[in-house]
């Protein structure tokens, strides 16, 4: 598996103003990356597509961090092999 | 009425991005024409046409960027390089005496089949995003830019074919002398609609096919063997102030706007008849008279390199003139057709001819078509000193368009 972790951050740094060092595991989008509501609907459809697969608005209210987006990845990712 | 001039201007193109590049391409015949692989991998027997290369975006903020595909970002650069060739404070655009007129023929067109693409295919409109639409709008131009810049007055896109640039300038023009706002924006912006549009512009004119392995002959505009358009992108962007306050001000204007006529030949959605583009000269050139105008230098024309447009404008031109006419060149076949942004191009490419006093030639003009004798071509460069200059295009629907120009 490609490293879900540098495919998320890149994601981040496409959408937000931010500098690469900022994105690190526990940042919250929206209190330490500033990120605004049109950043957080084009952060979870980049995630969708980068990685081909689907975010339900509950799942979507429970990525709030970093690493809550790379364990939602990673867990998607996972249940795919499963089912595949 | 007020006096109307230009202070800045600001380009994108495929004969280059900035007016220091894009003078050097005109003054050297230095074309903006190439191969294009994915024309050929799409099935076009044309495979050549303009690109806008090299885009340097940095000068525009990113939260900026999020908003704008292409056609907007061209337009940003380009009304970045305007504002600070008019050496005008950006904090003055933050009014509601500034407004912003930007056309275009498709907006964001490459956005909107993109975001058709994914939902087809996931059947999820949750993959789309949220920013899309502004993306795509065809204000989308000029929305960004009054939301980046703070303008506060008049924010639209005027829409009117190969017309857009020209009206949109034209009406610019109306609304600085009407009063309404004192200092506008304008022109007019296209990205590449290759995968959407360029076909159907083969279907009903043809591209050129002759010429895929000789790129920069390929747009033949009044040449015996002319075979259609070669299309491109990219924007043009003017800065129109009110002449005494940017006199008062220490502009140091391009030009100053006599003459805007526009009209369409109420005849064919396909088929020009020449009636609008006489009509549309006859009224750009009495307003000129009005200012005093006595005698048009050059004559920048539509030139696409159709076989029977060329034909048509040469006899209008011939028409309205009579013989000799002034200077006449085509720069398309230099830049292309970038079909919504052209007007907008052609305009600053006679802005910047009237400045540094020379008329580019109609490159490739090797043969002239019997059809279209009788004007002045030009096929060599000419330093010529111009004192006033006229622009003018011809769009599908019938539009026609025409701005005159006077050196300050």
């Known amino acids: 598996m490609e490293n879900v972790e540098e495919k998320v951050k890149s994601v ?22 500033n990120a605004t509501s049109i950043d957080i609907v084009e952060i979870l459809t980049a995630l969708q597509n980068t990685f081909d697969m689907n975010i339900s608005d509950e799942e979507a209210q429970k990525i709030q961090t970093v690493q809550d987006a790379v364990d939602f990845v990673k867990a998607s990712v996972a249940q795919k092999k499963t089912r595949a | 009425m007020r006096r109307v001039v230009v202070t800045g201007l600001g ?24 191969f294009l692989p994915e024309m050929k991998e799409l099935g076009f027997r044309c495979n050549v046409g303009g690109r806008v290369k090299g885009l340097d975006v940095s000068g525009v903020p990113k939260r900026a960027l999020q908003s704008m595909a292409d056609v907007a970002r061209f337009a940003a650069v380009a009304a970045s390089e305007a504002i600070e060739d008019a050496k005008l404070l950006r904090e ?41 639409i502004v993306k795509v709008m065809h204000s989308s131009a000029a929305a960004n830019l009054a939301a980046w810049l703070g303008v506060r007055g008049r924010s639209y896109a005027i829409c009117s074919s190969f017309c857009s640039g020209v009206d949109a300038i034209g009406h610019a023009y109306e609304l600085i002398a009407r009063g309404v706002v004192d200092v506008c924006l304008c022109g007019a912006s296209e990205e590449s609609s290759l995968r959407q549009a360029w076909g159907c512009l083969d279907n009903w004119s043809g591209l050129p096919v002759s010429w895929n392995d000789q790129p920069e002959r390929a747009c033949r505009p009044y ?10 992108e990219g924007s043009g962007i003017v800065l129109l102030e009110a002449r005494d306050r940017a006199l008062e001000r220490g502009a140091d204007p391009y030009a100053e706007i006599v003459g805007y006529g526009s009209a369409n030949d109420g005849f064919s959605m396909f ?35 159709t076989k029977v447009h060329d034909a ?10 009579g013989a000799p006419s002034p200077p006449v060149s085509s720069t398309k076949a230099l830049a292309g057709h970038s079909l919504g942004a052209t007007g907008a191009h052609e305009a600053i490419f006679t802005l ?10 109609t490159v490739n003009l090797e043969r002239i078509a019997p059809e279209c004798e009788g004007i002045s071509h030009v096929q060599t460069l000419r330093e010529l000193p111009l004192d006033t200059a006229m622009t003018f295009n011809a769009g599908l629907g019938g539009s026609n368009a025409c701005l005159v120009f006077r050196k300050p």
């Open chain 1, 12 to 33: 981040l740094l496409d959408v937000l103003d931010v500098k690469p060092e900022a994105i690190v595991p526990t940042a919250s989008f929206i209190d330490d990356l």
């Open chain 2, 11 to 34: 380009v994108v193109a495929s004969i280059g991005n900035g007016k220091d590049e894009v003078l050097r391409s005109l003054r050297e015949s230095r074309s903006g024409i190439e």
């Open chain 2, 92 to 132: 003055t655009l933050k009014s509601d005496r500034v407004a912003v007129v930007v056309g275009t023929s498709f907006g964001g067109i490459n956005e909107l089949t993109k975001a058709e693409q994914l939902l087809l295919k996931h059947r999820n409109p949750a993959r789309l995003g949220a920013t899309g």
């Open chain 2, 223 to 232: 040449d015996v063997a002319r075979e259609g358009p070669v299309l491109s």
């Open chain 2, 271 to 305: 088929e020009p008849s020449g009636e609008g583009l006489a009509e549309c000269l006859r009224q750009a050139l009495a307003a000129s008279e009005e200012h005093g105008v006595r005698r048009i230098d050059y004559i920048n024309s539509h030139g696409t390199g």
């Open chain 2, 312 to 321: 048509l404008e040469a006899r209008v031109i011939r028409e309205i003139f």
């Open chain 2, 352 to 361: 910047l001819m009237l400045r540094h006093g020379f008329v580019a030639p």
